[in-house]
């Protein structure tokens, strides 16, 4: 399968921050609040301007998995809101938050007063299902190749070999336990490919991991 992109999606410009601080209002929330719900119906639009959220899909199960992250200069809910389609994914923060919401007709306003927008988010949309496609192929995988593929990936996409992430945000990325991805990373460590710590996983071998990975 093919590796994740590690092309960064398109920030917002000095020029559009303006016009989202014209158009919108500044919110604050702590780590944990739902932003979006899953199938929801509101009609908002947020550019983050410090911390990060997780994208979250309910599964057949019950469960919750981990599909995607967002973070500073980057916009969040625009999809639903151009296709007028419910929420296809929750959205959580992670940490201390700090955003300008919009509603539906000020991002109408906004996408005007910018246009070049419009194709940055058809460019946005395209990574976005390409993704979608790689994770549902690499759940066929084996768990050790799963792991090695998505600490591959965010390192791709963090440009950093430090990666803010604990074991069990780990385990909703890859569909597994904590439990078996815990075990995954001690074989990891034991061969050198990996640090870990409290909230933190240290890949200290691209090429290691890529030999688990498929390719």
């Known amino acids: 399968m093919t590796e994740s992109s590690t092309v960064e999606e398109p920030r917002l410009s000095a020029v559009e ?5 014209d158009l919108g209002r500044r919110v604050r929330y702590p780590d944990g609040h739902i932003l979006m719900r899953q199938g929801g119906h509101d009609e908002s639009v947020y550019a983050i301007e410090s911390g990060e959220v ?13 599909v995607g992250v967002r973070r500073a200069g980057e916009l969040i809910g625009e999809m639903a809101v151009l296709a007028a389609q419910p929420r296809s994914a929750s959205i959580v923060t992670r940490g201390p938050f700090v955003g300008w919401v ?16 419009s194709f940055a988010l058809l460019t946005v949309l395209a ?13 066929s995988d084996d768990l050790p190749s799963r792991v090695a593929w998505r600490l591959r990936a965010l390192v791709g996409e963090t440009g950093k070999n430090e990666l803010m ?11 597994a336990t904590r439990e078996g991805t815990a075990r995954v990373l001690t074989t990891f460590r034991i061969s050198g490919l990996v640090h870990t710590g409290r909230g933190r996983i240290e890949v200290l071998d691209l090429d290691g991991l ?6």
């Open 17 to 21: 921050w303006a016009s989202i601080r």
């Open 165 to 175: 992430l604990t074991q069990k945000e780990l385990a909703d990325w890859v569909g």
């Open 210 to 215: 890529g030999r688990y990975a498929r390719s």
């Open 102 to 117: 919009l509603a539906a007709d000020r991002f109408r306003d906004l996408l005007a007063r910018h246009p070049d927008m």
């Open 127 to 139: 990574r976005r299902l390409r993704e979608l496609g790689d994770q549902h192929a690499i759940r």
């Open 54 to 66: 997780r994208i979250t899909l309910a599964t057949s199960d019950g469960t919750e998995s981990v």
